[in-house]
């Protein structure tokens, strides 16, 4: 699977939206982009994730540029309750019985700030 | 949505005991399960890929006889530490991948239990 680099940390006001950049430059074609995010002493949380489309759903949306070699996931409007690691991992889509471990590099640690 | 139980949340043992901890997918088959460890404000790292009705494969530098890995059946896993010693102490996972729907399996999804925290004394 194609490794990713993401910013080690990032801050942002409450209310505003965190944009969270991941770059994939060595993706392939059947690799999927996935994000992730882990609050303190819990298990990650699937947020969402995308081939080449951009993606939205109710915690976030997924912008993949259109040569897939980076990625932004958007939390509109920030809480406290976001301050997490967020992790962006592509995993290759082999179909039917695929194993498709999930690989986590460092994340980027986002903290939401009052 | 999928729910993955893990347990104990938190286990305190003595060196040299070992520890089972053990991962439920409480709505869903998982015929695939993950564990991974984690240490203090580090990433995750995968030690073994558990399937249902065979052997676990184990990532390269993960002890097999140190971290037995059970699967017995499509709802559980289970991770043995054995003869658990102090550098043991970590942050230990389970995931459960859900079966896709159609055809189109990278909308497999992969849920997290809430992880456990083994400390070795």
């Known amino acids: 699977d194609a490794k990713t680099t993401q910013p080690p940390s990032m801050d942002c006001a409450e209310g505003r939206a965190a944009n969270l950049p991941c770059n994939h430059s060595t993706i392939s074609g059947n690799e999927y982009v996935y994000w992730y995010r882990q609050i303190h002493s819990q298990g990650p949380q699937y947020i969402i994730h995308?081939?080449?489309n951009n993606e939205t759903n109710e915690m976030a949306s997924l912008i993949i540029t259109e040569d897939r070699k980076s990625s932004t996931l958007i939390l509109p409007h920030a809480t406290l309750r976001d301050t997490a690691v967020y992790y962006c991992?592509?995993?290759?889509?082999?179909?039917?019985?695929?194993?498709?471990?999930?690989?986590f590099g460092q994340g980027t640690i986002l903290t939401v700030h009052p | 949505g999928a729910v993955v139980s893990q347990h104990p949340s938190r286990v305190i043992c003595k060196s040299g005991t070992s520890v089972k901890i053990e991962c439920r997918s409480l709505?869903?088959?998982?015929?695939?399960m993950f564990w991974y460890r984690q240490f203090p404000k580090k990433s995750l790292m995968l030690m073994a890929t558990s399937n249902e009705g065979s052997k676990a494969t184990y990532e390269q530098g993960v002890e097999k006889d140190k971290f037995l890995i059970n699967h017995a059946s499509l709802t559980l896993s289970t991770l043995t530490v054995t003869s658990a010693h102090p550098e043991d102490s970590s942050f230990y996972i389970c995931s459960a991948r859900e079966p896709g729907t159609g055809y189109v399996s990278a909308n497999y999804g992969y849920t997290f239990g809430s992880g456990t925290r083994l400390t070795v004394v």
């Open positions: 995308g081939l080449k």
């Open positions: 709505d869903f088959q998982a015929t695939t």
């Open positions: 991992i592509v995993r290759a889509y082999a179909g039917g019985t695929s194993y498709g471990k999930l690989t």
